[in-house]
Structure formats: C-alpha cells, structure tokens
C-alpha cells in the first residue's frame, strides 16, 4: 500500500500536464490532425483502465455482482447528468454553445469537462492506493496522457473565446490540483473501509470514466473543427 505522499506525488504528476499543454497551446500551434488523434488514442487508453485495471477485480466476487453494476451504472448515470446540464454534450455531437442563439465558448465548456474528468480519475487513484502502486501508477498515466491532450485543445479554445493568457494559465493552475484534492479524498475517506464498499468505489469511477469517452470525443471533433 501507498502513503499520502505518494497519492500526492502520482495525482500531481497526473494533473498539471494539463498547465503544461495549455501552455504549448498558447504559444505554439500543434497540427490539428495530431490532436484529434491524441485524443483518441486517449479514449482508448481509458477504455482499456475501465475493462483491464478497475473492474476485473471487482467482479472477481460473485457476492459483491450487483453492487458492482449497479455503482458502474449509478457512475455512468452521474457523468451522464454533468454532460447534459453543464456541458451539454450529446453522443454524436459537438459541445453545444453556452446560450442558444449566442456564440458557443467552447473553450471554458472544455475546461469544465477537464474539471469533471479529474475527479473520478482522482478519486480512483486514490483508492488504488491501498492495494498497491501498480494501478494507481496505470491511472495516473493515462491521466496525464488525457489532460496533456486535452489541454492542448481546450487553451487554444479560450484564447479563441476572448480569454487572456494570464486567465487561463491561472484557470488551469486550479484545474490541475483537482486530481491531487480527489485523490486525497480517495485515500482518507476510504482508508478504512470494507472490500465491497472499495469495490463500489472502483465500480463508480469505472462508469464514470467510462462516460467520460463521450466529452473526449467531442473535444476531438472541436479540435478538427475549421
């Protein structure tokens, strides 16, 4: 098992590559076409955390079954919400614009959604903690892999949107200790627990990742939007 230092360390190195691609974004212009597939090889990177590294385990207990489905679904169902009432994504589509009729601002759209990814994510580092390093180091990975990308995409979008380079840098500074705030929440709150309520737990942030693929796409589609 792992100590807070080291659930600070991981979350950190997972949270502020979002800063750093922010700011490649800001003062460079990466192609287009290498941030689109970026951000899909991202989606499937968190296919295989959900299918390989968070439920197998979870599902290895016959007692724990439908606990485990229905926090997957109680998870997917939360994101789902998020998507919807705040950043209004829908499957197939784009990021729909803040106001109907008024110009989208797409790039702050984005940043909430880095927002909202990071916690589950976090909160699963976290948890992995008190099992070992192998899938916190996993999660925290691919993490860094999603915000590096994402932040590539969403601070080139609020630089469009109006926004200065000192807002978003400072933005994404909060954005990126997200993770760190989640995964301490992961470590201390459910330090003590029982397997089934850390099975729930794992179950929860594998569903909402899972629906995290949805904004992902679509923040791929903005960046190969004209």
């Known amino acids: 098992p792992m100590g807070i230092g080291d659930v600070v360390v991981l979350s950190a190195a997972a949270g502020f590559p979002v800063l750093i691609g922010v700011l490649v974004s800001l003062y460079f212009k990466p192609p287009k076409d290498l941030l689109a597939f970026l951000l899909c090889f991202t989606v499937g990177l968190l296919a295989g955390v959900v299918c390989f590294d968070l439920l197998p385990r979870q599902l290895t207990d016959p007692r724990h079954l439908a606990v485990v489905v229905g926090a997957f679904m109680a998870g997917a169902v939360l994101f789902m919400a998020f998507d919807k009432g705040v950043l209004k994504v829908e499957p197939g589509a784009g990021v729909a614009p803040a106001a109907a009729g008024g110009p989208p601002r797409l790039g702050l759209m984005l940043l909430f959604a880095v927002v909202l990814d990071d916690i589950p994510e976090g909160m699963a580092i976290g948890v992995a903690s008190h099992i070992g390093t192998g899938m916190s180091m996993t999660v ?11 932040g590539l995409v969403e601070g080139r979008e609020m630089l469009d949107d109006g926004y200065s380079r000192r807002q978003i840098v400072k933005a994404n500074f909060v954005a990126a200790i997200v993770p760190i705030v989640a995964a301490t929440l992961g470590f201390y709150a459910l330090r003590d627990v029982g397997p089934l309520v850390r099975d729930a737990v794992f179950a929860c942030s594998a569903g909402a990742i899972q629906r995290i693929w949805a904004p992902t796409s679509a923040i791929a589609r903005s960046a190969t939007s004209p």
């Open 140 to 150: 925290a990975l691919v993490l860094a892999i999603q915000n590096l990308t994402e």
